[in-house]
């Protein structure tokens, strides 16, 4: 259960990305409900179909493709739930990219720093008397 907040946690970032993108998000509510429903091997596999049938704009193509769904699956099967955890994080990076962290803007061109020690109107000339 010391899982749950941090499920919560992903998929609440998750969704502040998807929004800004102006894009529906039930299909994070599936990826969520397999994410913590992974020892349900029959309800992994329908909700793996219902991504199928889901188009992922950013690949062109369904959400969860075919031999994914199969690798993940069987993965469960075999006991092996790290290795189908990862297929689906990686499912859920293609649908939902995490946020990029914020670029620092390059810095201004050095001819338009100014000089240490000056102000900027040291490239006036001195008022005359």
Do not use: W
Not at 102 to 110: E, H, L, Y
Not at 116 to 128: F, I, L, M, Q, V
């Amino acid at each position: 259960m010391s899982e749950e907040p941090s499920v919560e946690g992903k998929y609440q970032a998750l969704r502040r990305g998807l929004r800004s993108r102006r894009r529906d998000d039930p299909a994070l509510d599936l990826f969520r409900r397999i994410e913590t429903s992974l020892s349900d091997i029959g309800f992994v596999d329908r909700m793996l179909l219902e991504l199928s049938r889901c188009y992922n704009p950013l690949t062109n193509g369904p959400i969860v493709d075919l031999a994914t769904r199969r690798g993940i699956v069987e993965s469960l099967r075999a006991g092996r739930s790290d290795d189908a955890r990862r297929l689906l994080d990686e499912c859920l990076a293609r649908y939902a990219p995490p946020a990029e962290a914020p670029r620092a803007s390059p810095p201004p061109d050095p001819g338009e720093l100014p000089l240490p020690g000056h102000s900027g109107e040291a490239s006036r000339p001195p008022p005359t008397r």
